[in-house]
């Protein structure tokens, strides 16, 4: 991915996450589904799971614990782009 793209891709993926609260629980299902790449585990690796289990019941995440979940999505925004990028990928050679 060209760097300009990629720039772009990382401040809209960031913008998405301060501002649109259905984007940050999208994050925890994607986080969820690749574990392996969470920065600093111990905390974010459980609390993502719950969150992502609560998300994928049809609930949304509110007070403390989508504030909890913003943070976690915005340190994770490395894991992000990947994830939409390998996303883009599939689009894009069907």
Do not use: C
Request: proline share 1%.
């Amino acid at each position: 991915m060209q760097t300009q793209v990629r720039t772009y891709v990382i401040v809209h993926i960031i913008t998405l996450l301060r501002t649109n609260n259905r984007a940050v629980e999208k994050a925890m299902v994607v986080l969820h589904n690749r574990n392996n790449n969470i920065k600093n585990k111990a905390f974010s690796a459980s609390n993502t799971a719950y969150y992502a289990s609560w998300v994928n019941a049809g609930r949304p995440l509110s007070g403390i614990h989508l504030k909890r979940a913003r943070d976690i999505a915005l340190s994770n925004v490395g894991t992000l782009l990947q994830a939409a990028e390998e996303k883009a990928k599939t689009h894009t050679s069907m």
